[in-house]
Nanobody
Framework: QAQFVESGGGLVQPGGSLRLSCTVS????????MGWYRQAPGKQRELVAR???????AYADSVRARFTISRDNVKNTVNLQMNSLNPEDTAVYYC???????????WGQGTLVFVSS
């Protein structure tokens, strides 16, 4: 059973940066594309960035040009560099597979990003 352990969240001022990391256990890392998702208070969870096994990436419009997703296929980690953060980025961030058909694995605990002055 795959497990996701997210880290790197915290409190940051508007305009600041954070780097999130997700360690993936199990054999699924080299099978699926991976995604970073977030859930803001009172909102549904949404996909913010995805990366294929070969490194092709895509982003939600709200984070494009500010966030960068990357993966290390040796260490089984997927990272999210977040720059120019604003209060609308406040959410719990999760990683999971991105199968393209909506199939997801059990969620990890996530990591909270709180953007506030």
């Amino acid at each position: 059973q795959a497990q996701f352990v997210e880290s790197g969240g915290g409190l940051v001022q508007p305009g600041g940066s954070l780097r999130l990391s997700c360690t993936v256990s199990g054999s699924i890392f080299n099978i699926y594309a991976m995604g970073w998702y977030r859930q803001a208070p009172g909102k549904q969870r949404e996909l913010v960035a995805r990366i294929t096994r070969t490194g092709s990436s895509a982003y939600a419009d709200s984070v494009r040009a500010r966030f960068t997703i990357s993966r290390d296929n040796v260490k089984n980690t997927v990272n999210l560099q977040m720059n120019s953060l604003n209060p609308e980025d406040t959410a719990v961030y999760y990683c999971n597979i991105n199968s393209g058909n909506g199939y997801l694995l059990p969620w990890g605990q996530g990591t909270l990003v709180f953007v506030s002055s």
